[in-house]
């Protein structure tokens, strides 16, 4: 007989019961709050066009980078997960790559992919037994049968996980036609805030090989000549108004380091030119980059938009896996970072300026109560991101909690962003962090250092005030 899939209500809780109870009361005041969701990676076409997620595998194996890596760690070939295969995927290829995560589904002990994976079988989908090899046609079917459901369409599934707003991340060059289509509707608009976010890092880097070719798809999608860096800089300028023309909060960066640098006019004019004809050396090139990002900065300054960083990764580490996938497919390894001294001319120049709001993520999990904390309980502008991708997991989230709190407070921590392309995991990831406010909370009011009513109001305002204020949604 196969043994049962069960989700326990208590799941992430103290286990000291006087505790437990406590976080009980608090995680009951938020638990059926709205989801806002301020930086995510779901296609805005799924949503525009109202999308079937075609087949269980598709949906929760294919695109989930997390459950790829542990499935590869332990022998399976991407490939056979539908990694860069597409529609060449049969029913049969999908089974069967539905089944290899059941066959290894005791490889997800421990970890937050289990956590997430449990809540989807058991809370959406219905399922009730344990993954297997004997049961993974069992569940393939049943998650199939819900998913020809009509209320299992992306835009029902927003109005069940209570999804009050959700950013996708865009290229600068994008037309935001499918937003454009989102927000035509009304009556789905109403209920749901559907935002693009402008992601423009690749265009800030001078040493790629195809910067110059993206430096001219982005002066013409702006109508603007970039020979020069004041064209550069206007058609930055254009792409960001226009992507806040049509809802976006935020521009989100990611690059090697955190290093900022603002260089004489002249001297930032030399080197984008030498860029642009490819004479640029390796340090010439980094320290323009560096000043395009603190121009950043500055335009944020001037136009709003918040500013998301996400540095220190080592992309695509796994050669042979970028050769024969190519990038992006998971191979991603964090790096050491260094925040204080690599930020000092931007936030010199910026970090108290109101219109400036730069919220830090890191993977290097030190940084947050080393340095990041301490940043966020000086600079007005800096906020601190929430653990996200490889510390998204309860126990670096309440390392983090106790780590930068005694510091920086409660005000300065975003609130939750699921930084998911899985859609149906994005109601687990929040749950997950409102019981771990819960229990944290707890903690603090057991220990007397907060009265339980200040415990609740500050669950909600870590769920809804925090990212409202933080992320300007109420602008």
Same mark, same amino acid.
């Given at each position: =007989? %196969?043994?049962?899939?069960?989700?326990?209500?208590?799941?992430?809780?103290?286990p000291d019961p006087?505790?437990?109870?406590?976080?009980?009361?608090?995680?009951?005041? +938020?638990?059926e709050?709205?989801?806002?969701?301020?930086?995510?990676?779901?296609?805005?076409?799924?949503?525009a066009?109202?999308?079937?997620f075609?087949?269980?595998?598709?949906?929760?194996?294919t695109?989930?980078?997390?459950?790829?890596?542990?499935?590869?760690?332990?022998?399976?070939?991407?490939?056979?997960?539908?990694?860069?295969?597409?529609?060449?995927?049969?029913?049969?290829?999908?089974?069967?790559?539905?089944?290899?995560?059941?066959?290894?589904? +005791?490889?997800?002990n421990?970890? *937050? =992919?289990?956590?997430?994976?449990?809540?989807?079988?058991?809370?959406?989908?219905?399922?009730?037994?344990?993954?297997?090899?004997? +049961?993974?046609?069992?569940?393939?079917?049943?998650?199939?049968?819900?998913?020809?459901?009509?209320?299992?369409?992306?835009?029902?599934?927003?109005?069940?996980?209570?999804?009050?707003f959700?950013?996708?991340?865009?290229?600068p060059?994008?037309?935001?036609?499918?937003?454009?289509?989102?927000?035509?509707d009304e009556?789905?608009? *109403?209920r749901?805030?559907?935002?693009?976010?402008?992601?423009?890092?690749?265009?800030?880097?001078?040493?790629?090989?195809?910067?110059?070719?993206?430096?001219?798809?982005?002066?013409g999608?702006?109508?603007?000549?970039?020979?020069?860096?004041?064209?550069? +800089?206007?058609?930055? *300028?254009?792409?960001?108004?226009?992507f806040?023309?049509?809802?976006?909060?935020?521009s989100?960066h990611?690059?090697?380091?955190?290093g900022?640098?603002i260089?004489?006019?002249?001297?930032?004019?030399?080197?984008?030119?030498?860029?642009?004809r490819?004479?640029?050396?390796?340090?010439?090139?980094?320290?323009?980059?560096?000043?395009?990002?603190?121009?950043?900065?500055?335009?944020?300054?001037?136009?709003?938009?918040?500013?998301?960083?996400?540095?220190?990764?080592?992309?695509?580490?796994?050669?042979?896996?970028?050769?024969?996938?190519g990038?992006?497919?998971?191979g991603?390894?964090?790096?050491?970072?260094?925040?204080?001294?690599?930020?000092?001319?931007?936030?010199?120049?910026?970090?108290?300026?109101p219109?400036?709001?730069?919220?830090?993520f890191?993977?290097?999990?030190?940084?947050?109560?080393?340095?990041?904390?301490?940043?966020?309980?000086?600079?007005?502008?800096?906020h601190?991101?929430?653990?996200?991708w490889?510390?998204?997991?309860?126990?670096?989230?309440?390392?983090?909690?106790r780590?930068?709190?005694?510091?920086?407070?409660?005000?300065?921590?975003?609130? =939750?962003?699921?930084?998911?392309?899985?859609f149906c995991?994005?109601?687990?990831?929040?749950?997950?962090?409102?019981?771990?406010? %819960?229990?944290?909370?707890?903690?603090?009011?057991a220990?007397?250092?907060?009265?339980e009513d200040?415990?609740?109001?500050?669950?909600?305002?870590?769920?809804?005030?925090?990212?409202?204020?933080?992320?300007k949604?109420?602008?």
């Amino acid at each position: =007989m %196969a043994s049962p899939l069960t989700l326990n209500d208590d799941r992430l809780l103290p286990p000291d019961p006087g505790t437990r109870g406590i976080a009980r009361r608090i995680y009951a005041t +938020t638990r059926e709050l709205p989801i806002i969701s301020p930086h995510g990676h779901v296609p805005p076409r799924w949503i525009a066009l109202d999308e079937h997620f075609g087949n269980p595998a598709r949906l929760l194996i294919t695109p989930d980078h997390y459950i790829n890596r542990v499935l590869h760690a332990n022998g399976v070939e991407l490939s056979e997960l539908g990694v860069g295969r597409g529609e060449e995927m049969t029913e049969a290829d999908n089974r069967r790559a539905f089944r290899l995560l059941c066959e290894h589904w +005791t490889d997800l002990n421990g970890t *937050a =992919m289990r956590y997430w994976l449990t809540d989807q079988l058991v809370g959406i989908f219905g399922v009730r037994v344990r993954p297997a090899a004997e +049961t993974a046609d069992a569940i393939y079917d049943t998650i199939a049968a819900r998913l020809d459901e009509p209320g299992f369409r992306p835009r029902r599934l927003m109005d069940a996980f209570r999804i009050r707003f959700l950013a996708t991340t865009d290229d600068p060059c994008d037309d935001l036609g499918m937003h454009a289509e989102i927000a035509a509707d009304e009556e789905f608009s *109403a209920r749901h805030r559907v935002v693009p976010t402008f992601r423009p890092d690749r265009y800030l880097e001078p040493a790629r090989p195809d910067w110059n070719e993206l430096v001219d798809a982005l002066g013409g999608a702006a109508g603007v000549d970039v020979g020069t860096l004041d064209g550069y +800089t206007r058609a930055m *300028a254009e792409r960001r108004r226009y992507f806040k023309e049509h809802g976006a909060v935020s521009s989100d960066h990611s690059h090697a380091d955190l290093g900022t640098l603002i260089l004489p006019a002249d001297e930032a004019a030399r080197l984008y030119d030498r860029a642009r004809r490819g004479l640029a050396t390796a340090d010439e090139a980094l320290a323009l980059r560096r000043h395009l990002f603190t121009d950043q900065a500055r335009m944020a300054c001037e136009d709003g938009l918040v500013m998301t960083v996400h540095p220190a990764v080592a992309r695509n580490h796994d050669a042979d896996a970028l050769a024969r996938y190519g990038a992006d497919v998971g191979g991603d390894i964090p790096l050491a970072l260094e925040a204080t001294r690599a930020l000092g001319p931007l936030l010199n120049a910026y970090g108290n300026h109101p219109g400036l709001h730069l919220v830090l993520f890191t993977l290097d999990e030190d940084v947050y109560s080393r340095e990041f904390a301490p940043l966020a309980a000086w600079y007005r502008s800096v906020h601190l991101g929430v653990p996200w991708w490889f510390v998204d997991a309860p126990e670096s989230i309440m390392r983090f909690k106790r780590g930068v709190t005694e510091m920086a407070g409660f005000s300065r921590i975003s609130g =939750m962003v699921d930084d998911t392309r899985a859609f149906c995991s994005i109601p687990a990831r929040h749950d997950m962090s409102r019981r771990l406010d %819960a229990a944290h909370l707890a903690d603090l009011v057991a220990t007397h250092r907060l009265d339980e009513d200040e415990a609740i109001e500050q669950a909600g305002a870590l769920v809804v005030d925090n990212q409202v204020r933080i992320f300007k949604l109420d602008r």
